[in-house]
């Protein structure tokens, strides 16, 4: 198991492509932080987990878009932790089918409060941890949306995701003396519930189908494994072949 003693943590855990990458890092034997904001699906997603890996995985209810609340977290719980090696930014939201002109203030408030700021509140607090323990793994959830600029009438989700691609870039470059990798996956569509309302025809995929949570989970495990020590700054597609 290529993560023993390691101690990840995943944003978004509870469900979808973040259950599936807590899920596969237990497997590899890391210790499991995960945040979600329903408490009822952390609990059932800690209890399924641990089953298969005991005491593998914790779930907490902390929103990543508070800031105060990401802190608070980290001074009561991550000090318990000798050191967290792995971060893995997943946790978004998705907000559909308003033309730029509709989406509010508001609208760019809420999307990029998680979408990006969440991004930043819990990477912030976990440099300094990885400065200390000489290296660690950050992987950020981006989308194929942000990259070909597939989805008409999201502009909020989109720009949110083209700002984690830049800020990957800019952060591994930043944090490659202290032997941190940053890189992001860019999922085309992957069969989850933020994907439920939107009748995807798969023909119009190169592979024939979409990814499930699992296909995204194995490519985060890669980049957080040594076998892709040389690999920083990059995003890795994953979307079957579409718009290459
Ligand atoms: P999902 O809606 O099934 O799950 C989202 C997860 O994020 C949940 O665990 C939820 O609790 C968590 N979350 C949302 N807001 C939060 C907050 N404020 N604080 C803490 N946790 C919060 O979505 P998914 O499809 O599994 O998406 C996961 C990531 O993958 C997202 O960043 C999404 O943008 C990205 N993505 C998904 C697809 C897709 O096709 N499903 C494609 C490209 C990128």
């Not at 005991?54 to 977290?73: L, S, T």
């Not at 990006?116 to 509140?121: A, R």
């Not at 949570?213 to 890669?222: C, K, L, R, T, W």
Request: proline share 2%; charged share 20%.
């Amino acid at each position: 198991m290529s993560l023993s003693g390691k101690t990840a943590l995943v944003s978004g855990g509870n469900r979808g492509i973040g259950r599936a990458i807590v899920e596969r890092l237990a497997r590899e034997g890391s210790k499991v932080l995960f945040l979600g904001r329903n408490e009822r699906e952390n609990r059932q997603v800690e209890a399924e987990i641990n089953r298969l890996y005991p005491d593998a995985v914790r779930g907490f209810a902390v929103d990543v878009a508070d800031e105060a609340a990401v802190n608070d977290w980290f001074a009561a719980v991550a000090e318990q932790y000798d050191s967290l090696d792995i971060l893995v930014n997943n946790a978004g939201i998705c907000q559909l089918s308003k033309s730029f002109t509709e989406v509010s203030d508001a609208d760019w408030a809420a999307t990029l409060g998680v979408n990006l700021y969440g991004v930043i509140h819990l990477t912030r607090q976990i440099i300094p941890r990885m400065k200390n323990a000489h290296g660690g793994k950050i992987v950020h959830v981006a989308s194929l949306a942000a990259e070909v600029g597939g989805i008409a009438t999201a502009a909020d989700y989109v720009g949110s995701k083209a700002a984690v691609i830049g800020l990957t870039k800019s952060l591994a470059r930043e944090l490659a003396p202290y032997q941190i990798n940053v890189n992001a996956v860019a999922p085309g569509f992957v069969r989850t519930q933020m994907t439920e309302a939107m009748a995807v025809d798969e023909s119009i995929i190169p592979l024939g189908r979409m990814a499930e949570p699992e296909d995204i989970a194995s490519a985060v495990y890669f980049l957080v494994s040594e076998e892709s020590r040389c690999i920083t700054g990059t995003t890795l597609d994953i979307n079957g072949g579409l718009f290459m």
